[in-house]
């Protein structure tokens, strides 16, 4: 995958004082710019951004402004455009040069997720100053504790994150802060929780100025309101997402027109818009791709390194949790793994508290040639159609139209109107759990627009629909434990979250080789608002913090499965969590085959036998899972990733009368890089290294030749 354009951050200027006092309540005081120079040395208290837009043209600073929804009239006047292309791309020459003038070690878990500020964040580290900015950022989550609701303190939190190049969690941070001023300004009071949000920023701020003045706590209000834009969009460049960017630049002007780093930062982001449109506008003939590839914005996944590394891994009792919901059919079992070539084995957990990931599944016994060996049913299954729109069953998406379900079989709760189930099992699970906590709560705008969508699949907002069903799923149980008097625990160690792995770099890489989708609707406004609508406090508890939520949609990311139906008169996009399915690992030559949910009324109804006979709900969120070909126990069970992984003719992505896509293998193995390096370890990924290792060597002969005669 090619890194998005971008444009190169600039360096500040300011200085580290020699000596702190700390006084008050907080572990720093004085004004945010003198506490900023404390904490990072190179922080600029001008200008940020270099002055591109005087290489722009005039029509092409219009061009944005004049966008419309489809995304079609940017101008093509690209006049000045391709002198920036070579500033706007991240060099990989330019980062291993300062890789190598590093006269120490790097600390790899410390440079960020953003694709923008990757060589900054080396230099940052060469020059000795991210030991300073860990320091403020840990005093910055101690005063946060103290003071939750003082917008300022995240405004802080927000421009050390985006420095450490964290722009992800530095972008989140500003949009929090710029919740809390809005609440204090009476504005979009429908997303406040608590109600009281407004009363209670103002309290803080009148309390850390010292004064009940209305007029000067509105002065320091209207400050900290640009201050939030102004590191709400430094954080969206940092992120690649140019046009949400460009969105919240506009509307930071709309307030302050005459800021000169917002104006800078809008005509960066103008020209870094306008030439990935032009470089994507050159691949992509498709208008709807078009626009889903310029619009969204690209960070690299990364482990948050001030988390407690513990969250991150697979435990004895996650496995031993897996392993007994699995027991009764005794065909399969989850066991460690070593990706790969390699013929080692897992080395098996012998403490309590060891990592014993990553994990498969595998035989349990013999299992002969189109056994079913799963039938993996779920309440995390959703589609781009609301719930409430009563056609499918809230808990397993069931279809409850005729003929697939009669009228009189649907079953529908006394406590509201707006859901509907399928069955008394799925009634009394959905009641039982997720659906206590959503019930009398629409989220009917989540469903209000697909959001960014290619002409093939269900646009991005699949994503915060399904992180508000594993989250209501979590809350759920959270409230049962603490009834039963029992301790909390992290959503990250919930089993349902605890066995999804997010598809993270080898530690020691320091750019990852790819980049992925991060849009600021989908990942930060959408689930801070999901969250305060379920209840929770996102100022106070440290349970969801934005490093959290972003790690739970990476995970979801990683392991959900999409699937297509028209049961329902409409061509439906399914995409579904399946908790055990999402075990099976990758190979270009697998030994399971498998189907989601029925594509339409004309398929066998032995698409929707169970495990024993039985007949599930037509359009049901199920994986079935059936043998290949004979498997021996012991053997691990995979499946293909990348549908026909040799490559076929239709086995592509082409939309309905547009033709067959012509898929060879070269582009399968070119997928394949989202999760391997050098393939997948199969014998066909093995023979093609083997053969792209003997032409590179081949190649560098011809060189080695050439250099001699020269």
Not at 469 to 489: F, P, S, T, W
Not at 589 to 596: A, R
């Amino acid at each position: 995958m090619s890194h998005p354009l971008m444009v190169e951050p600039g360096k500040g200027t300011g200085h580290m004082k020699e000596q702190v006092t700390f006084t008050g309540p907080y572990l720093h005081n004085g004004t945010r710019n003198e506490r900023l120079e404390l904490a990072s040395p190179i922080f600029s208290h001008g200008s940020q951004y270099p002055a591109l837009d005087r290489h722009i043209s005039e029509d092409m600073m219009e061009g944005v402004e004049q966008t419309s929804g489809s995304g079609s009239e940017v101008e093509d006047d690209s006049s000045g455009a391709e002198e920036m292309v070579r500033v706007l791309v991240p060099s990989i020459d330019n980062i291993s040069k300062a890789l190598e003038n590093l006269e120490k070690g790097i600390q790899i878990e410390w440079i960020g997720t953003s694709t923008f500020f990757l060589e900054h964040n080396i230099e940052l580290q060469g020059a000795g100053h991210l030991d300073g900015l860990i320091a403020f950022r840990k005093a910055l989550i101690h005063d946060l504790l103290i003071s939750p609701y003082d917008p300022s303190l995240l405004i802080d939190l927000s421009a050390v994150e985006s420095k450490l190049g964290f722009t992800d969690t530095g972008a989140a941070n500003a949009h929090k802060a710029l919740v809390l001023i809005e609440a204090a300004l009476n504005v979009n009071t429908f997303l406040q929780h608590p109600r009281d949000l407004g009363t209670l920023v103002y309290e803080v701020i009148s309390k850390r100025l010292g004064t009940e003045s209305p007029m000067i706590i509105a002065d320091e209000i209207t400050s900290l309101h640009l201050q939030t834009y102004r590191e709400l969009v430094n954080g969206l460049l940092g992120c690649a997402d140019f046009w949400d960017g460009l969105v919240q630049a506009k509307a930071g002007l709309n307030r302050f027109p005459r800021d000169a780093e917002l104006l800078e930062m809008r005509g960066d982001l103008k020209t870094a818009f306008l030439a990935r449109h032009k470089g994507i506008k050159e691949v992509l003939g498709n208008e709807k791709d078009i626009v889903a590839s310029t619009r969204t914005g690209k960070i690299y996944q990364k482990q948050y390194p001030w988390m407690d590394q513990s969250l991150y891994i697979c435990t004895p009792d996650l496995l031993h949790h897996v392993n007994a919901g699995l027991a009764g059919n005794g065909i399969c079992q989850v066991e460690p793994v070593i990706f790969g070539s390699s013929s080692r084995l897992p080395k098996l957990p012998t403490k309590e508290k060891e990592d014993v990931g990553p994990l498969g599944l595998f035989a349990a016994r013999d299992i002969k040639l189109d056994e079913k060996i799963m039938v993996d049913h779920c309440v995390t299954g959703i589609s781009d159609v609301s719930p409430t729109r009563l056609k499918h069953c809230e808990a397993c998406h069931g279809a409850l139209v005729a003929p697939y379900m009669h009228p009189s079989r649907i079953i529908r709760p006394t406590c509201c109107k707006t859901a509907a189930f399928c069955s008394i099992a799925c009634h009394d699970t959905a009641l039982a759990g997720y659906h206590k906590l959503m019930c009398k709560k629409s989220f009917d705008w989540l469903f209000e627009s697909q959001g960014l969508v290619g002409k093939e699949g269900c646009g991005t907002r699949w994503r915060p629909i399904l992180f508000l069903r594993v989250v209501a799923i979590v809350l759920a149980e959270a409230r049962e434990r603490a009834k039963k008097g029992e301790l909390a625990i992290h959503p990250l160690q919930h089993p349902l979250i605890a066995r999804m792995a997010a598809n993270y770099s080898p530690a020691d890489k320091v750019q990852p080789d790819v980049s992925h989708d991060w849009q600021y609707f989908e990942n930060v406004v959408a689930p801070t608002r999901i969250l305060m609508q379920l209840g929770i406090n996102v100022f106070t508890d440290a349970h969801w913090t934005p490093e959290v939520i972003q790690t739970i949609f990476w995970r979801i990311e990683n392991n959900a499965n999409m699937g297509k139906t028209n049961l329902t008169g409409q061509q439906i996009v399914m995409v579904n969590l399946n908790p055990n399915y999402l075990f099976f690992n990758h190979s270009c030559e697998p030994n399971v085959s498998w189907h989601g949910a029925v594509p339409s009324g004309d398929v066998s109804i032995e698409w929707l036998k169970g495990m024993n006979g039985e007949i599930l709900s037509p359009g049901c969120s199920a994986v079935w899972c059936t043998a290949a070909r004979d498997i021996k126990k012991g053997e691990e069970l995979k499946i293909s990733y990348i549908g026909n992984p040799l490559g076929s003719k239709g086995d592509g992505e082409g939309g309905e009368g547009e033709g067959e896509a012509d898929e060879g293998r070269h582009t399968k193995r070119a997928w394949l890089e989202k999760w391997f390096d050098r393939g997948c370890g199969c014998r066909i990924c093995e023979k093609e290294n083997m053969e792209t290792d003997r032409l590179e060597a081949v190649g560098a002969g011809r060189e080695k030749a050439l250099e001699i005669e020269v």
